[in-house]
């Protein structure tokens, strides 16, 4: 059979722009491993590499003489983008079967099903259903009778077997030569890649500001943590299944034999750092051979707590240079509630290990939560303060609270009186959380705090001018002083900013018409 796999964009193009193009479309290649080596035709379309009515067009021509279309999605635009491609695909090719997972499907599969757009939803884990689902419409077989899928019969949400996650042992290698990489290098390093959406610094040795060559991979499904506000438990049942060490460093090379040299590896991993004796003998393994390459990886601040600091000082000789980290809150009752082993100072103290050794770590903090009280949002607000002051390479992010389906916070904002929207196209519009909120209880006295730190925490770190002036030095003295009563040079960075923005705008029309004049 044909089998066409669409992965949705990353970004909305007409709002955010590119999204880097080191994010490769891993779902696919991952699920097509079975249907390769049981001779079926996949075809793989990346709707990040284009715009979306051509990423569209691209599918239905590929659709012609298929069997299965199949997408994916995780909360955000990919969402939408995968429905609507999955509609166009519905009207021109009615007889093929529309399948999609993926995280958010897992845990909504009946707004992918309800209105037929749809056939079947792969619930978790996606390899071995996706095998059994290939061969059963290959077989004329009821879907009834596959393990780990969501129908939608007689007007209600039908779900078959369980499936189980099993570790990489059991699944196919994936097709790693359906992707022609020669577009994702070229999109890199082009001039404008450095702002592309979620783009990451470049290593140390490259520059933050350079351009460099990344591929995402995933070298471990699901994550033993029980968080209160994230759906992995529910999704991955706190299952944490990796590859070796040596697995890993075998296919980065086989990748830069394939495509050319890697710079930067991203793990997509929903906790890479688990098992201190792997992480540390992926790094031993990337020094002893000799492979120069950055790499960027979740980890948890009880982890790096946790390391001995040798493994993190050979995590940093290998290249380890940022490390995304969800401390959560600064409040031990909060903490409690969402459910991680995180006490007293752990997640200041893990910062300082990563600054130290010239690890960049991106830090992320919730406030908002159900029945969060205010002191407890005051204390996150000033742990991502003191951990801003003492680690500046680091990046403290404060987050308005945003109700993810599958999660008991979920619950609980539905009691406080969140409505869970109906709309496939809502969920598709959540992605930015420092620029969107779904639902919020946080006070706007909190509300104004959190922004004044991000603020201040922007002008501290120098991203808004290439010289400090006197605006970085009021910034840091509110940093420091913890004062943020009086923040009339925010106000007037506001309108400086503005000003210099349309003279920068003029001066630039001004050189067009110059370039125009001089041929």
Known sequence: MKIVLYQPQQTNKRVHGQSNLDMLPLELIHIAGYPVQAGHECVVIDGSLYEQADAHRRVLEACDGAAIFATTGILGWMV????VCAEKVRAK?????????GWFTSV??????????????????????????????????????????????????????????????????????????????????RAAALNDH?????????????????????SSFGCPEPCSFCCSPFVTERRWKAKSADKILDDIQMLQERWGPIDVVRFHDANFGVMEKRTRAFAEGIL?????????????????????????????QSGYYVAEIGAESGDAETMKRVGKPIRGDMNY????????????????????????????MVATLDEARRIQLRCPNSSTHVLPFRPIPGTSMYDLAQELGFQAPEDIHFWGGQTEYHLQQTWSVIPPRIARLRKLHNHYTTLYKGLAHREPGMFERVARWHLESDNMRFPVDAKLFALVDKMEKRLFKKKEVKQDLVDQALG
Request: aromatic share 12%.
């Open 80 to 83: 939408s983008d995968g429905y």
């Open 93 to 101: 090719h009615p007889g093929i079967k529309r399948v999609i997972g």
């Open 108 to 189: 909504m599969p009946h707004l992918h099903l309800k209105d037929g757009v749809f056939d079947a939803a792969v619930l978790g884990q996606g390899e071995l259903t996706f095998r059994d689902l290939v061969d059963a419409i290959g077989a004329g077989t009821p879907l009834e009778q596959v393990d780990g899928l969501a129908l939608w019969r007689d007007g209600q949400l039908v779900k078959t077997g369980h499936r189980a996650v099993v570790g990489f042992e059991k699944l196919p290698e994936p097709a790693w030569h359906l992707i022609d990489f020669k577009p994702y290098r070229e999109g890199q390093l």
């Open 198 to 218: 979620v783009h990451m610094p470049g290593p140390p040795w490259i520059g933050k500001k350079s351009h460099y060559v990344g591929i995402t991979y995933f």
């Open 288 to 316: 002893k051979r000799n492979m120069k390459l950055g790499w960027n990886a979740f980890i948890e601040t009880y982890s790096i707590n946790d390391y001995q600091l040798d493994t993190l000082d050979l995590c940093a």
């Open 349 to 376: 103290n893990a910062a300082v290990r990563l600054h130290d050794r010239n690890i960049w770590a991106s830090i992320t903090y919730i406030i908002g939560f159900p029945y969060e009280s205010e002191e407890s």
